[in-house]
């Protein structure tokens, strides 16, 4: 697996909680969020790495800067080795993302940038299959 896939659940003042498929839940910060992000909106989520020493030092933001397209970063750090099939992530708001074993070669310390991309294909066929759900149940309109 060399990404994770989830939903933009809700809004909390000034954070996004993005639910994963894997059941974690991921605090992203609303005003580092892609321009397309909505509740519903379906991302993945990839590592990349982090820029070299020297573009790191000349683009000096510490702070998540906005997206204007359909992806975003935030930076994050390797905390340890890998226990029970993932490597914990710590991210700039203190949680932490575990993140599966056989989709990264990690190292401890190691720093990371976490891309969330927005995927309007999976958004679109995620509310096909709730809107199918919700017609199995209570009937498609019209009938």
Do not use: C
């Not at 000034?14 to 605090?27: K, R, S, T, W, Y």
């Not at 683009?59 to 204007?68: F, G, K, L, N």
């Not at 599966?100 to 401890?108: H, T």
């Not at 991309?117 to 759900?133: F, G, H």
């Amino acid at each position: 697996m060399d990404a994770l896939r989830g939903v933009i659940d809700r809004f909390e003042g000034d954070v996004a909680v993005i639910v994963l498929d894997d059941g974690q839940q991921l605090l992203w910060p609303r005003a580092a969020l892609p321009r397309l992000a909505r509740p519903g909106t379906a991302v993945g989520l990839y590592l990349v790495p982090p820029p070299s020493p020297i573009a790191a030092e000349e683009a000096q933001p510490v702070e998540p800067a906005p997206s204007h397209g359909i992806a975003a970063e935030l930076p994050a750090t390797v905390l340890d080795n890998a226990a029970a099939g993932a490597w914990p992530l710590a991210l700039p708001d203190g949680s932490v993302l575990r993140w599966p074993v056989g989709s990264a070669l990690l190292a401890p310390k190691q720093p990371v940038w976490v891309r969330l991309v927005v995927d309007l294909e999976d958004t679109i066929a995620r509310r096909k299959r709730v809107q199918s759900l919700l017609d199995e149940l209570f009937g498609s309109p019209g009938t």
